[in-house]
């Protein structure tokens, strides 16, 4: 007869196997499913891949410090601008209004 206390689920995106009590809907156990060992050969090519997405992105990230000195001193520039603009007004903290 089967134990009625406990559910054992199986996770359709991982495929792990999942004992949930019935009562209280807790987990009780988590057993991951036994991955294949890969071949010396495609564990090259997998160190190949993520160093080439690590060269990218360390490419973008470099592109995007080279402009944003000069997107930062534009978005200085622009708050002087409202600041001059706005300074015979009375500064008024957001948090002081009831």
Do not use: W
Request: glycine share 2%.
């Amino acid at each position: 007869m089967a134990d009625m206390s406990r559910f054992t689920i199986i996770c359709p995106c991982c495929e792990a196997t999942l004992t949930v009590d019935a009562e209280t809907g807790a987990l009780l156990s988590h057993e991951e499913k036994a991955k294949p060992l890969a071949s010396f050969d495609e564990m090259v090519k997998g160190l190949d891949k993520q160093k080439q997405m690590r060269e990218q992105i360390f490419a973008q990230e470099l592109s995007s410090m080279k402009n944003r000195d000069r997107i930062l001193e534009e978005k200085f520039q622009e708050a002087m601008k409202r600041a001059e603009k706005d300074k015979d007004k009375p500064y008024r903290n957001p948090m002081d209004i009831d």
